[in-house]
């Protein structure tokens, strides 16, 4: 196609022209002037196609200040454009950040230097600087490609989650398995480049269309399909739950390395309400700032709002100390305590078996806060199938701080354990399971996270 730019509108004085070829899939093709053209109206005419060619366009009237036109005329709608500006704060801008520019194909890899991926199909190309450094893969849950085409995911022999070693593995439930992702991961890490680029998240929506790079079927949904033909790794209710969250979690650590948890260093303190004996308690164990869930969204449908006001506090750092006769825990948030809404509304779990296959989520015993200032908090203890009573706690509420205490042998050991995994609740058990600590109130740490204490340095 011709790219050319006019004064004015379509009858004004032509400035440039430029003939692109090979246009890439998703890529963008730019005039540039030097020097800079100064302020003014300007019209961006793309012509002469050749090939299957087309103009990312937006149905609603998305630059106020212009108009889209087609065959010269004014159309409805906007036309994509980036506009490169040559104002200082521009240029601070350009010197400052990296730019790369992105390969969009499946299949053919870097072109040149200096090129990032978007997805690509396994073994992905590594993608060097002009240093000839392996900068940067791309890795993906699945990749809409059959064959060596680009495809939708909703064509027989599409890459979906299942697909690896060539082929989509046919065993019954691998979508919750992660093999194609997995066998992504394996390629980046072997090459170990200074940049992987993970696709996708929340990418929920599915566009259907009548036609697509050449192929017409009946059904044809391109990015998003069913479960295993998708690529999204945020967790979901039902089907494979927060499975590639973490396998996710577990692959980024291998990658980026992870530092050794600290052993705690205890202090000694008493349940009292003053807070300033776990000064000296370290590490200090902390929780994203901000983020106690309160949503109120308008859903597709304008006639479907989706609510969840039940954050409340915001939890942001924890402390634990113990001697040989007891284990103690400290919780602080952002601003004062807001009064208990229900019986559980502040819970303490803790895993002290370090075994996260038994219990409940892997927690053993949990400390219920009190709902009422005269009443004690609660000790309780899972059983196979139920919490039950397993005596008091030792609990001081502050303004903005907690503590609470409990026997060694409360918690069925004779002495400190080598580590004890832990994790603070406020107002997110809804439907008691791990959704919960993900959809609910606020969580520290966050998700299914827990803090590790290491009480017994190897």
Same mark, same amino acid.
Request: charge should be negative; proline fraction near 9%.
């Given at each position: %196609?011709?790219?050319?730019?006019?004064?004015?509108?379509?009858?004004?004085?032509?400035?440039?022209?430029?003939?692109?070829?090979?246009?890439?899939?998703?890529? $963008?093709?730019?005039?540039?002037?030097?020097?800079?053209?100064?302020?003014?109206?300007?019209?961006?005419?793309?012509?002469?196609?050749?090939?299957?060619?087309?103009?990312?366009?937006?149905?609603?009237?998305?630059?106020?200040?212009?108009?889209?036109?087609?065959?010269?005329?004014?159309?409805?709608?906007?036309?994509?454009?980036?506009?490169?500006?040559?104002?200082?704060?521009?240029?601070?801008?350009?010197?400052?950040?990296?730019?790369?520019?992105?390969?969009?194909?499946?299949?053919?890899?870097?072109?040149?230097?200096?090129? $990032?991926?978007?997805?690509?199909?396994?073994?992905?190309?590594?993608?060097?600087?002009?240093?000839?450094?392996?900068?940067? %893969?791309?890795?993906?849950?699945?990749?809409?490609?059959?064959?060596?085409?680009?495809?939708?995911?909703?064509?027989?022999?599409?890459?979906?989650?299942?697909?690896?070693?060539?082929?989509?593995?046919?065993?019954?439930?691998?979508?919750? $398995?992660?093999?194609?992702?997995?066998?992504?991961?394996?390629?980046?890490?072997?090459?170990?480049?200074?940049?992987?680029?993970?696709?996708?998240?929340?990418?929920?929506?599915?566009?259907?269309?009548?036609?697509?790079?050449?192929?017409?079927?009946?059904?044809?949904?391109?990015?998003?399909? !069913?479960?295993?033909?998708?690529?999204?790794?945020?967790? %979901?209710?039902?089907?494979?739950?927060?499975? *590639? *969250?973490?396998?996710?979690?577990?692959?980024?650590?291998?990658?980026?390395?992870?530092?050794?948890?600290?052993?705690?260093?205890?202090?000694?303190?008493?349940?009292?309400?003053?807070?300033?004996? $776990?000064?000296?308690?370290?590490?200090?164990?902390?929780?994203?700032?901000?983020?106690?869930?309160?949503?109120?969204?308008?859903?597709? !449908?304008?006639?479907?709002?989706?609510?969840?006001?039940?954050?409340?506090?915001?939890?942001?750092?924890?402390?634990?100390?113990?001697?040989?006769?007891?284990?103690?825990?400290?919780?602080?948030?952002?601003?004062?305590?807001?009064?208990?809404?229900?019986?559980?509304?502040?819970?303490?779990?803790?895993?002290?078996?370090?075994?996260?296959?038994?219990?409940?989520?892997? *927690?053993?015993?949990?400390?219920?806060?009190?709902?009422?200032?005269?009443?004690?908090?609660?000790?309780?203890?899972?059983?196979?199938?139920?919490?039950?009573?397993?005596?008091?706690?030792?609990?001081?509420?502050?303004?903005?701080?907690?503590?609470?205490?409990?026997?060694?042998?409360?918690?069925?050991?004779?002495?400190?354990?080598?580590?004890?995994?832990?994790?603070?609740?406020?107002?997110?058990?809804?439907?008691?399971?791990?959704?919960?600590?993900?959809?609910?109130?606020?969580?520290?740490?966050?998700?299914?996270?827990?803090?590790?204490?290491?009480?017994?340095?190897?």
């Amino acid at each position: %196609m011709t790219l050319s730019l006019f004064r004015d509108g379509p009858a004004g004085e032509r400035l440039a022209r430029q003939r692109c070829e090979n246009v890439g899939d998703n890529e $963008w093709r730019l005039l540039e002037f030097d020097p800079p053209l100064p302020a003014g109206t300007y019209y961006l005419e793309m012509s002469e196609p050749s090939g299957r060619i087309g103009w990312w366009s937006h149905p609603d009237d998305v630059f106020s200040d212009g108009a889209a036109f087609a065959d010269g005329q004014p159309a409805p709608g906007d036309r994509t454009l980036r506009l490169l500006t040559a104002s200082p704060e521009t240029r601070r801008l350009r010197e400052f950040f990296t730019f790369r520019k992105p390969q969009p194909d499946y299949f053919q890899g870097p072109t040149g230097p200096n090129q $990032w991926s978007w997805l690509e199909v396994y073994p992905q190309h590594v993608f060097t600087n002009t240093a000839g450094q392996k900068e940067q %893969m791309s890795v993906g849950v699945g990749q809409n490609a059959v064959g060596n085409r680009l495809g939708s995911m909703s064509e027989p022999g599409a890459r979906g989650r299942s697909f690896h070693e060539g082929a989509t593995d046919p065993r019954p439930d691998t979508v919750r $398995w992660g093999l194609n992702v997995a066998e992504q991961w394996a390629r980046a890490l072997a090459e170990d480049p200074r940049f992987v680029f993970v696709t996708g998240w929340n990418e929920w929506i599915a566009g259907r269309f009548a036609e697509f790079n050449g192929v017409r079927l009946p059904v044809m949904f391109v990015d998003q399909f !069913d479960q295993e033909h998708s690529r999204d790794i945020e967790p %979901m209710r039902g089907g494979h739950g927060d499975d *590639y *969250y973490y396998q996710f979690v577990s692959h980024v650590r291998r990658y980026k390395g992870a530092r050794p948890p600290p052993p705690v260093r205890p202090a000694p303190t008493v349940v009292d309400g003053q807070f300033a004996d $776990w000064h000296a308690v370290e590490p200090e164990f902390r929780d994203t700032r901000g983020d106690p869930v309160r949503r109120r969204h308008r859903g597709w !449908d304008p006639a479907v709002t989706y609510e969840n006001q039940t954050g409340r506090n915001d939890l942001v750092a924890a402390k634990v100390s113990f001697d040989s006769e007891r284990v103690a825990f400290y919780l602080r948030a952002q601003s004062p305590f807001l009064p208990p809404a229900d019986p559980h509304g502040l819970v303490l779990f803790l895993d002290v078996d370090a075994n996260p296959t038994n219990g409940w989520l892997g *927690y053993d015993f949990r400390v219920v806060a009190p709902h009422q200032p005269s009443e004690p908090a609660r000790l309780e203890r899972r059983t196979a199938d139920a919490w039950q009573a397993a005596g008091p706690a030792e609990f001081q509420r502050g303004a903005t701080e907690v503590e609470l205490a409990l026997p060694w042998s409360a918690l069925g050991l004779w002495t400190a354990p080598a580590q004890i995994d832990f994790k603070w609740a406020d107002h997110c058990l809804v439907a008691n399971d791990w959704t919960d600590f993900t959809l609910n109130g606020d969580a520290a740490p966050n998700d299914r996270f827990n803090y590790r204490a290491i009480l017994k340095p190897r």
